[in-house]
Nanobody, 123 residues
C-alpha cells in the first residue's frame, strides 16, 4: 500500500493562491494515478483534479478549471495542487488519493487516502 500525507493548507484572501502538496511513501509512487478531492462543511466530497502515472494525462473539475493545476514529481514522490484565483467557495478540506490504473474523478475508485489539509479562503 501507499501512505499519503497532505500539507500546504492554510488561510488565504480571495483572489490569492495556495499550493497543496501530497507526499507518498513507498518505492512504487510512479505506478499510481493520483487525485485531489475536497469536502466543505455540510457538503459531499467532490472531485477536484487527477493525474496519470507519468503526468501526461490530467483531469480537472469544471468548477476549478482554469484556476487549479495538478502536477506531480515522481522523483520526489509528491503530487501538487496549485490553486489560483481562490474563492470563498473553495474553502474545504482537501484530500489526496491514489489508485492503480488510469486517473479518474470517482472517489470510490481510489483505495488510498490521506488525512486531508484545510484550506480557508476569506472575502
Amino acid at each position: 500500500q501507499v501512505q499519503l500525507v497532505e500539507s500546504g493548507g492554510g488561510l488565504v484572501q480571495a483572489g490569492g493562491s495556495l499550493r497543496l502538496s501530497c507526499a507518498a511513501s513507498g518505492r512504487t509512487f510512479s505506478s499510481y494515478a493520483m487525485g485531489w478531492f475536497r469536502q466543505a462543511p455540510g457538503k459531499e466530497r467532490e472531485f477536484v483534479a487527477s493525474i496519470g502515472r507519468n503526468g501526461a494525462t490530467t483531469l480537472v473539475a469544471a468548477s476549478v478549471n482554469g484556476r487549479f493545476t495538478i502536477s506531480r514529481d515522481n522523483a520526489k514522490n509528491t503530487v501538487y495542487l496549485y490553486m489560483n484565483s481562490l474563492k470563498p467557495d473553495d474553502t474545504a478540506v482537501y484530500y489526496c488519493a491514489a489508485k492503480e490504473g488510469v486517473p479518474g474523478g470517482s472517489a470510490e475508485r481510489y483505495p488510498y487516502w490521506g488525512q486531508g489539509t484545510q484550506a480557508t479562503v476569506s472575502s
